[in-house]
């Protein structure tokens, strides 16, 4: 008899690579998909709205105040939301609206992850000193009281869109710190690790080749959440005077405006505010989805 090995199977010749993988799953997880499409919309509407919109945002018509929606008697397609108390179309500053949203919540997720990351990631390689130093900023960060600060902070510095941003991002640094130093303590005994040390790899090359691509979901998903929180922040902000200021549209404006009318014109106030309800979901969705896709074995 032949001792020759017996050919491979076809099946162990088309092994699946991680990204195929991953697109296979991702094509069967449904809340993946649902926070995919409500993050996709989003982003036409905050970067397509000058042509998206179907009318100025800033056009006045004081003729025709609080006209009613379409669906309402008297309603039009030309007002699909009907108009504020100034006239203005509420449906094409709702779309305008996304921008600041997009770029407040966005914005502040990436700096604070830049910054939260970076300083768990030094903690939890390099210990000793340094992971004292991070562990007591983020001891202090933790002690602040986080929306109080911010209230603090846009009085002072102003309600524009970069001061928001910035100030948001101040704020959430810490959370991404925590996790991401816990995450490092873990890979950091790995033999990958202890081979690119050996090999002579110089400490950002581990920091940011080797230990990053495997806590990346990690950050993920509490970028994902800070995003959401970042949106609810600076529509509150915006709803007590202390956010953007009008006329510039934004949804936490758009909610404040409507309370004069919440009772008989109640459509001006849960338009908005269900907005930001499906955004945040939908941020949140998405983030989970691809923690799930990227590390399955981590989920039941």
């Given at each position: 008899?032949?001792?020759?090995?017996?050919?491979?199977?076809?099946?162990?010749?088309?092994?699946?690579?991680?990204?195929?993988?991953?697109?296979?799953?991702?094509?069967?997880?449904?809340?993946?998909?649902?926070?995919?499409?409500?993050?996709?919309?989003?982003?036409?509407?905050?970067?397509?709205?000058?042509?998206?919109?179907?009318?100025?945002?800033?056009?006045?018509?004081?003729?025709?105040?609080?006209?009613?929606?379409?669906?309402?008697?008297?309603?039009?397609?030309?007002?699909?939301?009907?108009?504020?108390?100034?006239?203005?179309?509420?449906?094409?500053?709702?779309?305008?609206?996304?921008?600041?949203?997009?770029?407040?919540?966005?914005?502040?997720?990436?700096?604070?992850?830049?910054?939260?990351?970076?300083?768990?990631?030094?903690?939890?390689?390099?210990?000793?000193?340094?992971?004292?130093?991070?562990?007591?900023?983020?001891?202090?960060?933790?002690?602040?009281?986080?929306?109080?600060?911010?209230?603090?902070?846009?009085?002072?510095?102003?309600?524009?869109?970069?001061?928001?941003?910035?100030?948001?991002?101040?704020?959430?640094?810490?959370?991404?710190?925590?996790?991401?130093?816990?995450?490092?303590?873990?890979?950091?005994?790995?033999e990958f690790i202890a081979a690119a040390e050996c090999s002579g790899a110089s400490r950002g090359w581990i920091l940011f080749r080797e230990i990053l691509p495997n806590i990346a979901n990690q950050i993920i998903v509490i970028g994902s959440l800070e995003m959401g929180i970042a949106i609810l922040i600076e529509a509150a902000l915006s709803f007590l005077?202390?956010?953007?200021?009008?006329?510039?549209?934004?949804?936490?404006?758009?909610?404040?405006?409507?309370?004069?009318?919440?009772?008989?014109?109640?459509?001006?106030?849960?338009?908005?505010?269900?907005?930001?309800?499906?955004?945040?979901?939908?941020?949140?969705?998405?983030?989970?989805?691809?923690?799930?896709?990227?590390?399955?074995?981590?989920?039941?």
């Amino acid at each position: 008899m032949s001792n020759a090995p017996a050919p491979l199977d076809n099946m162990d010749l088309a092994m699946p690579t991680p990204w195929q993988q991953s697109w296979s799953l991702a094509k069967r997880h449904i809340g993946l998909q649902t926070g995919a499409l409500i993050v996709l919309v989003a982003l036409i509407w905050a970067v397509f709205a000058p042509w998206i919109a179907p009318a100025d945002p800033y056009a006045q018509d004081l003729a025709n105040r609080l006209a009613p929606a379409v669906w309402q008697d008297g309603g039009s397609w030309a007002h699909v939301l009907g108009t504020d108390g100034f006239g203005r179309d509420v449906f094409s500053r709702l779309i305008w609206g996304t921008q600041v949203t997009m770029i407040v919540g966005f914005g502040a997720a990436v700096i604070s992850g830049i910054v939260g990351s970076t300083l768990g990631m030094l903690g939890g390689y390099l210990g000793g000193r340094v992971d004292a130093a991070v562990i007591f900023l983020i001891n202090v960060k933790l002690a602040m009281p986080g929306v109080l600060i911010a209230l603090s902070l846009v009085s002072i510095f102003g309600g524009s869109l970069l001061s928001i941003t910035i100030i948001l991002s101040l704020l959430f640094w810490d959370r991404f710190a925590v996790v991401t130093r816990t995450a490092t303590q873990q890979v950091r005994t790995r033999e990958f690790i202890a081979a690119a040390e050996c090999s002579g790899a110089s400490r950002g090359w581990i920091l940011f080749r080797e230990i990053l691509p495997n806590i990346a979901n990690q950050i993920i998903v509490i970028g994902s959440l800070e995003m959401g929180i970042a949106i609810l922040i600076e529509a509150a902000l915006s709803f007590l005077g202390l956010g953007i200021q009008p006329p510039t549209p934004s949804w936490g404006i758009l909610v404040s405006e409507a309370r004069d009318t919440m009772f008989f014109k109640p459509h001006l106030i849960v338009a908005p505010g269900l907005a930001i309800c499906i955004l945040v979901v939908g941020i949140n969705l998405l983030g989970d989805g691809i923690r799930d896709i990227t590390e399955p074995q981590g989920r039941n």
